[in-house]
């Protein structure tokens, strides 16, 4: 079983930057792939970026050059820096760990980018 507790959100103007943090609990951490999506309201829940236990990432095309997903296997953790937020980036954060069949959510964070 592994926790996942996500960190680092909030209100911020366009342009600035937030970092997200995922704390996992539970053993193995360094096998699961890790991800962060995020739901707005009215909207399904989308991949924003992922990175492997091997350190291979993928972005999602509206985030690509702003995002970075970033791992450390030694604290169980995993980053989400975000730079040049805008409005629309504005949504609940979650964050969610899988190794086929297994997968696990955290509760979700909020980021709100005012204009």
């Known amino acids: 079983q592994v926790q996942l507790v996500e960190s680092g959100g909030g209100l911020v103007q366009a342009g600035g930057s937030l970092r997200l943090s995922c704390a996992a609990s539970?053993?193995?951490?360094?096998?699961?792939?890790m991800e962060w999506y995020r739901q707005a309201p009215g909207n399904e829940r989308e991949l924003v970026a992922s990175?492997?236990?091997?350190?291979?990432?993928v972005y999602a095309d509206s985030v690509k050059g702003r995002f970075t997903i970033s791992r450390d296997n030694t604290k169980n953790t995993v980053y989400l820096q975000m730079n040049s937020l805008k409005p629309e980036d504005t949504a609940v954060y979650y964050c969610h760990a899988r190794t086929p069949p297994q997968n696990y959510w955290g509760q979700g964070t909020q980021v709100t980018v005012s204009s």
């Open positions: 539970g053993s193995f951490f360094s096998i699961y792939t």
């Open positions: 990175i492997t236990h091997g350190g291979s990432t």
